[in-house]
């Protein structure tokens, strides 16, 4: 087996899969490294909401192009990523948050998102099951949800079909910036450039570059078609998402292709154990029961903890590292990786290629926050 | 003894004992379709300890609620397919 190549990626969750499609796809001699299994880790964890957030200006414009790609991607995938174009619905519980839907309504609304403005009749009679009495909300008809570990899945088989090549369980202990990845039975490999797309535990490859391990729990219920029509989420969901406070909850619920009922959200720092904590989990469910209390009757069949690899900037990491010649970055995704993997693979293999991307991508660069060696001295 | 009372299953009256397990009930009514899979096959109680999800039926509304675990009371509606 030959054992340097153009381009080795390091994790195989969605991020990964994405960028290894597309660099392939350009013919580069491409190499995957998962230390378990595709799409396993973080990517099995989340809702597999596509979303289009505006926490800033560099998130709703990498949200929305890559959204659009998985629109397109969608067309011809429709079963096999479970894809759902349920929209998303945010529920306005005050006049506050009803004057942030009418902000929100004029930002989406002059930059060409499909939005629609709901008051208190209109919201009830989208959504039956909500607690009567909201003011309102924000439809946003063109977001969607998929089943993550199936869309990873399936990229990581597309990179194989142009020639990548993927290897599972094969775990990296080092990386240096000469291009040189050792793997944990101590055999080296060698490429032209290695990209990081290995979520949280990104930083032990690349020290200076912060990725922290932002923990959240899920519940999924069995089975209820119609009991929800959209993604819904309360528009506090933005503070607890942006909140710098070390626990927050928000409510989030989730219509499955397949019926099922995925119920969110929390957010917790400083807590690195896969442990499922009832503490938060009853005040996140308390939280859901005040927006739908019909939630009390359904039957959950499992729950879970999974960790987000967040930022400090809350901005993802998309190219070269300064100071590390052969060293790239395609982490630290937070809670919209699911959404933003397919532009960070296009804008990965974009990069590689000198070529302009379609939306700007200097908000990206991991140099705005590793300075390199030059700097550092 | 307890107290005989009525539930509805699939509509039809049914007199049974108060706190009766349902899974029992439906079983002795001669029903063996408590409910299908995804797929179309049927699916009845096979752990009757509320372990395996099989015996599931609606109850007075609620989908998926386990019928071994689920005590007979007055007027109680229930639907299996």
Not at chain 1, 4 to 9: A, G, L, M, R, S
Not at chain 1, 153 to 177: D, H
Not at chain 1, 302 to 319: M, N, S, V
Request: aromatic content about 8%.
């Amino acid at each position: 087996m030959n054992s340097t190549y153009d381009v080795i990626i390091i994790g195989g969750g969605i991020v990964g899969c994405c960028c290894a499609k597309y660099i392939a796809e350009c013919g580069r001699k491409t190499l995957l490294l998962e230390r378990q299994m595709i799409g396993g880790g973080t990517t099995a964890s989340g809702m597999g909401h596509i979303v289009v957030l505006d926490d800033s200006e560099s998130q709703f414009q990498l949200c929305r192009y890559s959204r659009d790609l998985w629109t397109e991607f969608a067309e011809t995938n429709t079963e096999k990523i479970e894809w759902n174009r349920c929209g998303t619905l945010w529920v306005a519980a005050d006049q506050e948050e009803m004057d942030a839907v009418k902000d929100r309504f004029t930002y989406y609304n002059s930059r060409g998102v499909n939005v629609e403005i709901l008051d208190q009749k209109s919201i009830t009679e989208t959504e039956p099951n909500l607690k009567p009495g909201f003011l309102g909300g924000l439809l946003v008809p063109d977001d969607a949800v998929l089943y993550p570990p199936a869309a990873a899945k399936l990229f990581s088989k597309l990179a194989e079909s142009y020639g990548a090549e993927i290897r599972q369980y094969t775990e990296v202990i080092n990386t240096t910036s000469d291009g040189s990845v050792t793997l944990k039975d101590g055999s080296k490999i060698h490429a032209d450039t290695i990209i990081i797309a290995a979520g949280y535990n990104s930083s032990d490859l690349i020290t200076d570059l912060p990725v922290i391990k932002r923990k959240g729990h899920l519940v999924v219920t069995n089975r209820y078609p119609g009991m929800i029509n959209h993604q819904i989420i309360e528009l506090g969901y933005l503070k607890s998402a942006h909140s710098a406070a070390k626990e927050s909850v928000a409510f989030n619920l989730h219509p499955c292709a397949n019926g099922k009922i995925i119920i969110g959200s929390s957010r917790q720092f400083d807590n690195y154990s896969k442990d499922v904590n009832f503490d938060i989990l009853g005040q996140m469910l308390n939280r859901c029961f005040e927006y739908m209390p019909k939630l009390k009757d359904l039957q959950a069949i499992r729950t879970w903890a999974g960790f987000r690899p967040a930022t400090p900037d809350k901005t993802p990491y998309i190219g070269p590292c300064p100071g590390e010649d052969k060293i790239w970055a395609a982490t630290g995704h937070e809670g919209f990786g699911i959404t933003t993997s397919i532009a960070t693979g296009k804008i990965i293999s974009e990069m590689l290629d000198n070529i302009e991307s379609s939306i700007p991508t200097a908000p990206y660069l991991p140099s705005r926050i590793m300075a390199g060696d030059a700097q550092n001295g | 003894m307890a107290d005989m009372i009525t539930i509805y299953i699939n509509g039809n009256e049914h007199s049974v004992r108060e706190g009766e397990i349902l899974s029992s009930v439906l079983a002795k009514a001669g029903i063996t379709e408590f409910h299908k899979s995804p797929d179309g096959s049927p699916r009845g109680p096979l752990c009757g300890m509320g372990t395996c999800f099989e015996c599931t039926v609606t109850v007075n509304g609620n989908q998926h609620c386990r019928s071994c675990q689920t005590k007979c009371k007055s007027g109680m509606k229930v639907e299996t397919r």
